[in-house]
């Protein structure tokens, strides 16, 4: 038995985690954004049933409020999120950008795991 734990430490133990080239802080994310809203998703099915996400804005942090949203993309690794539905997202945007990619690398943050991180995170926005 006690080389059978031996041999156990000897032998190679992969792991594997979630981790993002050159992430941008979200003071950079602040500064560097035309726009910041709090976002909530709403479910529906589609006509084949699959399931997706529309967004409606429930509050404007930065410029001003967007005519449309561009299609939401939900990331597809297993470090993205799962996306609930009426769950609160705070977004950031610039003019021009075609799409919203809700993952884990992205910009973009859960607004209950920005409000337990950061406490303060709104006179970041606001001053």
């Given at each position: 038995?006690?080389?059978l734990?031996?041999?156990?430490?000897?032998?190679?133990?992969?792991?594997?985690?979630?981790?993002?080239?050159?992430?941008?802080?979200?003071?950079?994310?602040?500064?560097?954004?035309?726009?910041?809203?709090?976002?909530?998703?709403?479910?529906?099915?589609?006509?084949?049933?699959?399931?997706?996400?529309?967004?409606?804005?429930?509050?404007i942090?930065?410029?001003?409020?967007?005519?449309?949203?561009?299609?939401?993309?939900?990331?597809?690794?297993?470090?993205?999120?799962?996306?609930?539905?009426?769950?609160?997202?705070?977004v950031?945007?610039?003019?021009?950008?075609?799409?919203?990619?809700?993952?884990?690398?992205?910009?973009?943050?859960?607004?209950?795991?920005?409000?337990?991180?950061?406490?303060?995170?709104?006179?970041?926005?606001?001053?």
């Amino acid at each position: 038995m006690k080389y059978l734990i031996y041999l156990a430490l000897l032998m190679p133990v992969y792991s594997f985690a979630c981790s993002c080239v050159d992430r941008p802080s979200f003071e950079d994310n602040v500064k560097s954004y035309d726009q910041i809203f709090v976002v909530e998703l709403d479910k529906y099915r589609n006509i084949i049933l699959k399931e997706k996400y529309s967004l409606s804005v429930t509050e404007i942090l930065k410029g001003i409020k967007p005519n449309a949203l561009p299609p939401l993309i939900q990331g597809r690794t297993s470090c993205d999120p799962t996306l609930k539905d009426k769950e609160k997202w705070i977004v950031f945007k610039n003019f021009g950008d075609n799409d919203i990619l809700l993952g884990h690398c992205g910009p973009h943050r859960i607004l209950e795991h920005i409000e337990e991180w950061k406490p303060d995170w709104k006179m970041q926005i606001n001053p």
